[in-house]
């Protein structure tokens, strides 16, 4: 009932930036958190930075300090800054969103992916 579309992945140098967006459609009478995970090769998915309606945000310690999550709740977008990348940072990235589709109903919707790559 909920989808999410992911967009601006790509190649970027070591130290470069980049710039990450999730749009939200379809069903929504409100959402209660958008944020992003990542999974390498070989591993398993993880945490990267999420934000509650309230503001709140919880990053992974590996990119804190470099990584913003920020969002748009009037468009339903939610956006990851990402600053000094590393080739650790390598990875498909998955906006994730918990949303309610009705008064009573919440669920945890993913897209499909994005790759980025940190590469000389």
């Known amino acids: 009932q909920v989808q999410l579309v992911e967009s601006g992945g790509g190649l970027v140098q070591p130290g470069g930036s980049l710039r990450l967006s999730c749009a939200a459609s379809?069903?929504?009478?409100?959402?209660?958190?958008m944020g992003w995970y990542r999974q390498a090769p070989g591993k398993q998915r993880e945490l990267v930075a999420t934000k509650n309606s309230g503001g709140g945000t919880n990053y992974a310690d590996s990119v804190k300090g470099r990584f913003t999550v920020s969002r748009d709740n009037a468009k339903n977008m939610v956006y990851l800054q990402m600053n000094s990348l590393k080739p650790e940072d390598t990875a498909v990235y998955y906006c994730?969103?918990?949303?309610?589709?009705?008064?009573?109903?919440?669920?945890?919707?993913w897209g499909q992916g994005t790759q980025v790559t940190v590469s000389s």
């Open positions: 379809g069903t929504i009478f409100s959402i209660v958190s």
């Open positions: 994730n969103a918990l949303a309610y589709s009705d008064y009573n109903r919440h669920d945890e919707y």
